[in-house]
């Protein structure tokens, strides 16, 4: 495959247009004697896309209105959409992740195929003219059924000649915006649920107001438990405070959520009679902690007959669960 980069220009020239047919989804198909200002892709030995099952080929970047863009072709049709016996044909921005959040590019989008026997062009547009919206839910427009796969094959409609055709793009950007804010939520189906114990050793002898857990990994996230053994805010002196928090909030991408399902327990390690307390929570840079400053009271606690303490060592227990991930645009 040959491809053959073409300089962009900065205004749209007027062209002899001899129309075909209108799409009944919103798209016009008519022929022109102007190749494409901005990129085309000449192939080469098409059947063997076919024969080699190549489901999708990408063009290489190139530039048109100050952002960078590719051609995406199917041979045999956008599988994802359940397209057959058609090529689709689009035009996708490139490297989004580099634009700003909120970006909004508004553009005029045609899309080519040579007949090379006429040697004219198949261009595909919008009905109306209008410009294309691309932002970071749709990095993409194009036509689905472009052209059927018979009409295409059939040498004597000249859009596959000696199994060569030329494909190519123009694309006009008329708008930019940056909304600057947005959100994605993913929530998690079956979610895992992880667990993990921490043995608190020497609890009497506790003078610090926290002591931290080792950090677990839930959720691809990282953890950990909390522990104010005298009591934090309503709690002081009077009970124990429990709380999981966030270990890794410091790196979370700005407006970012977690929404997690959790357990705190300490384990009643004679009758198995544990106290525990559950919670959802959406835990972020700014919230990432949630719990319990009256847990437990310190009175039940100490007793011998709450299996709380023995030997004075408490076993404190966490299970938590990744239920949904909110990320900004």
Not at 155 to 176: P, Q
Not at 177 to 188: D, V
Request: hydrophobic share 40%; aromatic share 12%; net charge positive.
């Amino acid at each position: 495959m040959k491809l053959i980069g073409v300089t962009c220009i900065s205004t749209i020239q007027q062209i002899a247009m001899d129309r075909i047919f209108d799409d009944k989804d919103g798209i016009i198909r008519y022929s022109s004697d102007a190749p494409p200002t901005h990129y085309t892709v000449k192939m080469q030995s098409f059947s063997l896309l076919l024969k080699n099952a190549v489901e999708k080929y990408e063009s290489g970047e190139f530039e048109a209105g100050g952002y960078k863009w590719k051609l995406v072709l199917y041979p045999s049709g956008n599988k994802s959409k359940n397209v057959k016996e058609h090529i689709s044909l689009c035009l996708v921005i490139a490297d989004a992740s580099a634009l700003c959040r909120g970006w909004e590019v508004y553009a005029v989008v045609r899309l080519f195929l040579l007949d090379q026997k006429k040697d004219k062009y198949l261009i595909v547009q919008d009905a109306l003219g209008r410009e294309r919206r691309f932002h970071g839910l749709k990095l993409e427009w194009g036509c689905d059924q472009y052209i059927p796969l018979t009409v295409f094959n059939d040498a004597s409609n000249g859009y596959l000649v000696e199994d060569s055709c030329v494909f190519g793009a123009e694309v006009f950007v008329c708008k930019e915006t940056i909304t600057g804010k947005g959100e994605c939520l993913s929530m998690i189906k079956d979610a895992p649920t992880c667990k993990h114990v921490w043995k608190v050793e020497g609890f009497s002898k506790l003078n610090e107001e926290c002591y931290e857990s080792k950090v677990f990994i839930a959720g691809d996230h990282k953890w950990k438990i909390q522990l104010y053994p005298k009591g934090r805010r309503l709690g002081t002196g009077t009970h124990c405070s429990l709380y999981l928090a966030l270990a890794d909030f410091t790196t979370l991408v700005p407006g970012s959520k977690i929404y997690a399902e959790f357990t705190l327990r300490i384990l009643d390690q004679v009758q198995a009679k544990h106290i525990g307390g559950k919670a959802k929570y959406w835990f972020s840079a700014s919230q990432q902690q949630y719990g319990w400053p009256r847990f437990m009271s310190l009175t039940y606690l100490n007793l011998p007959s709450a299996g709380c303490l023995v030997k004075d060592a408490c076993l404190v227990e966490a299970e938590v669960t990744v239920l949904g991930i909110s990320s900004a645009l």
